[in-house]
């Protein structure tokens, strides 16, 4: 093997006449007897390289022999193409290279698949020959933009005196949160370390030793029940400074976010981002994390109908529920009466009992099954609360608020993508903030965190952390970009007091408190600065600006939905010595395999 | 709290007059009545303020309850101090703050040690109280060091076209190399993941991938019980080429080395490195990873010595063992016949059976107890091969030659650290070549890899690989940073047929190679370039920028030698749900706490 002198997607007209060694692989070849064409690609791109059978002939022999996906090394000189065969699809399109000399570096059996973006391949294949899948260009492409979201983010970051500390991977098992992956401990028989589900402790123990300003491009684990777009590792941007309140935090974001969007993307985003309560999300768009691209708004009609003689609405705002409804444009013609008969199983999905409809005629009356029970003037009240007109569709849900929202908040991003409403281009960012802080967990017969339980309740809201603390707001953010959430953060409780308040509130006996926070309490004696965060899914802001729709796609070595390594076949079975020196044994069932 | 105009460690007279709001800790605090000093440190450095009684009572009289450690925020006027008050070490030290606001944010109880540089902490206490540890200043800069190492290093491989990319951390057990942690997996009770000991694997299927330029700042973890210098979790600088050979990858590794030091230490260093082979590193000085920055060579003295009448040595030479010395320039004055005499005990922890001396003396002559065996000629050839003058004094091995070397290798650092032979801010690289791929292991019985079962032969030794295999080079490399191992790597073998050969030479067989590599092995045949790549221990680099001696103190949250962390006191007991739903019993022993 030679040095090469360059890489193939460089090359133009500027280096016609030139000599040049290039290497890589077979991309496509074409056999025209006397004339060989060869696609050489390489990480860059790649380039036409013509064996000319008159000119060269050993060279062209070689040249007959290789096949796709072979690992070549040529000698040649940068032509210019014929007018007639210029590609001007590509960079390298009116150059050929003139081959004198080949070396096959190594070869390439038949492959599983063709390496072209176009062909619908099966995931497991993918997954266990992904070092053949991440050959095709988009894959390439998004570890590329994976790649440079993290550095634009780190140098970011260094711009605002951020410093990037590694805390540990072995480390404890603590039980709030999700579940551990444990790792047995040899020396110590019968322990075990937790891998990190966050580095929400160590990063807040910098704060306390005065770093100030920390990040950490973080691997993180949760062995839960893995759904389409979770992964048993993540990587979280992690960010926690000290002495940087609620705004400046946000401001400081909201500058990397758009930095991001512009530099990746050549998009332009305003700051300041909206904001929005999560009770105003919740209402007004059924969601946590509403998709702000487009309207379609939540309102409220119970006021308007409780007096309906349509019993079903009436009887739910008697109960104390509500009647809610979103107002779909333009769907009334393309909807049958079965149709939206049907949406019922989708309201069905998120709890509903069913759903009502409503289309608006030509003449601006309503027609379908419950229209008769709302007269001239309810129905005239209720197209002016939707802003409705002609063709559009109303949608309802009376239920529980939590129901009626959530199944509403759902209709409204299925339609919005069916009727195309918003540019995928689009970047609309916004903060969704005042979370409640704690939630009452039926299971557990006591009140879990809604975020963790380091964060750092509303100050006006303190004092309820005893008495009503389902009402105490969280001084939590999160950010949401185009109905994804992207991460969020808080400010965090630094006084020793409040954080066994928060303990105690979390059912925890002081004992409990101690044995596992018991190191961070006492931390927050030695002089804790004021101090807050926040972390963002890296794998799915990737996702995002890849313009991918699968978080595996964002991962070179990605887990299946059942936690398997396709391509090693992790996790497998180990020795018995192996178990012995972990003094473990295995219990009831045989290992997946050996 | 507000939002702070500045940090301390900037203000100087630029900003006489200004009004500023600052935040830190108490870093000092002199009470002298009226008024009151206090040294204001935050992350940047530390400024002096001033309270004073008769200008502001109230601020003055919240100062006279504030202690070392505690959490303030402060308001005040940057004032001129006087001559006779500026102190020249610190940056503000013509400056001073009039403070008229203070606000306490936290207190601070009582340390268990001083936050400062010079005091000797038991080190059980410092990794207890790690968050106060790291407030210190040295740990401080020692932390900055190696954020900025990365940082750079990630710089310099960015502008090199190498990209970062992720590889799992839950990952396959394989039986080669060291011990590995194991992940137990829930979903597939019995099963384990395994905890990456390198990324080595996934770094040459991303070269099957084309990515050709892959580097990450990988943690790596290994169940080996821990000397002084080990972690059971390290972080290394992993690099992968592909179509870069040996003296690419070396020289682009120099460049990064020049960079480095002279970024982070204003030292210069020349290109190219110096280079060893390992035979010769062996032989002249006695290490792998020989410290250059002295002399004091290995000689072998076998040949003028084999006809001796001191029999220990001639017996030697007989047996096809080897007679080698060291020459310590100077000593003869300080050591007496004693002092060498006890140097056998050194020489015994390397496995000798002694140590032989002789001092030179004023005229020439050879003294001490094995003199007489040398004649005025010997005498004056041994002076000669070892360049030896007055008051030197020759020490001497006669053993196998690996004892010999380890053994004159060992005393030549020792000697050179006692007698100053080096400047501590020199930066000496050297590279390493040439090593064995295999040695034989009596206790397993068969051959294994040094490096590891991927580093390619010396392609003149191919041939040697079934028949000699102890006899077969490796295209590997070593970088050493004055007598520290800093990294190492190599080619990478790229064909199946060769990697089979390697694996049958360490005894696999076809149906082992193929349950534990069978992935690797398919991945070369569908096109996989030549290759190869290095990997450097991050931690012991940045011991030695931040001139450092204990690699402890270049991680954040280490773990003691019995891989404890101290802090949160992980490993720990879990409960017997946990257990439960990994389908696994702990035998014999107790938790070490629960």
Request: with cysteine; net charge negative.
């Amino acid at each position: 093997m030679q040095e090469r002198t360059h890489i193939c997607g460089e090359l133009n007209e500027m280096h016609i006449g030139e000599t040049v060694i290039l290497q890589g692989w077979v991309k496509r070849r074409r056999d025209l007897g006397e004339l060989i064409f060869v696609d050489l690609r390489d990480r860059s791109g790649y380039v036409q390289i013509v064996f000319n059978g008159d000119e060269n002939r050993e060279a062209h022999a070689l040249a007959e022999k290789i096949r796709s996906e072979y690992v070549i090394e040529v000698t040649g000189t940068v032509m210019k193409r014929d007018a007639e065969n210029v590609n001007e699809k590509i960079s390298t399109g009116t150059i050929e290279i003139n081959v004198t000399d080949i070396t096959i570096l190594n070869k390439a059996k038949g492959l599983p698949f063709m390496i072209e973006d176009e062909q619908e391949i099966n995931e497991d294949v993918r997954l266990k020959y992904r070092y053949l899948d991440l050959r095709r260009q988009k894959m390439a492409d998004t570890m590329h933009m994976r790649y440079r979201t993290t550095k634009l983010i780190r140098d970011i970051l260094d711009e605002e005196a951020f410093m990037e500390i590694e805390t540990p991977i072995l480390t404890k098992s603590t039980p709030e949160g999700a579940r551990d992956y444990l790792v047995p401990s040899r020396v110590h028989g019968g322990s075990f370390y937790a891998l990190p589900q966050s580095p929400q402790l160590f990063k807040q123990l910098l704060m306390v030793s005065g770093f100030e300003r920390y990040y950490q491009i973080a691997r993180c684990f949760r062995d839960e029940d893995l759904r389409a777009d979770r992964q048993p590792e993540f990587t979280q941007v992690d960010i926690e400074a000290s002495f940087m309140g609620k705004e400046a935090m946000l401001s400081m974001m909201e500058k990397m976010m758009i930095q991001l969007v512009k530099t990746l993307k050549g998009a332009d985003v305003q700051a300041p981002f909206p904001r929005l309560t999560y009770h105003e999300a919740m209402e007004r768009f059924g969601s946590d994390k509403p998709d702000l691209r487009f309207g379609m708004e939540l309102k409220n009609v119970s006021e308007l109908v409780k007096d309906s003689s349509f019993k079903v609405f009436s009887g739910t705002v008697e109960r104390g529920d509500v009647v809610k409804g979103i107002c779909v444009k333009g769907i009334g013609p393309d909807n049958s009466r079965k149709d939206l008969d049907n949406l019922s199983a989708f309201a069905e999905i998120y709890g509903a009992k069913g759903l009502a409809w409503l289309k608006v005629e030509d003449d601006g009356e309503l027609k379908g099954p419950i229209a008769k029970f709302f007269n001239d003037e309810k129905s005239k009240a209720l197209i002016d609360i939707f802003d409705a007109s002609t063709d559009d569709v109303l949608l309802f849900v009376a239920d529980k608020r939590k129901v009626a929202n959530d199944v509403l908040g759902n209709l409204r991003n299925k339609f919005a993508k069916e009727l195309k409403l918003f540019d995928p281009k689009d970047f609309n960012f916004l903060w969704v903030t005042e979370f409640p802080l704690l939630s009452y967990d039926e299971e557990m017969g006591r009140y879990m965190a809604e975020h963790h339980p380091f964060t750092r309740p509303v100050a006006a809201d303190e004092a309820l952390l005893t008495e009503s603390p389902e009402k105490v707001r969280a001084e939590a953010y999160d950010l949401v970009l185009n109905g994804y959430e992207l991460g969020g953060g808080s400010q965090r409780i630094y006084e020793r007091d409040l954080q066994e308040k928060m303990f105690s509130a979390l059912g925890f006996t002081d004992e409990e408190a101690k044995s596992q926070f018991g190191f961070l309490l006492d931390a927050f004696e030695y002089g804790t600065p004021p101090h807050g965060g926040i972390a963002l899914g890296l794998d799915r802001l990737v996702m995002i600006l890849a313009e991918r729709t699968n978080l595996r796609d964002t991962i070179a070595f990605p887990k299946t939905a059942s936690a398997n390594c396709l391509l090693t076949n992790a996790p497998s079975g180990v020795s018995d010595a192996q178990l012995d020196e972990l003094k473990l044994a295995v219990k009831d069932q045989k290992p997946a395999d050996s």
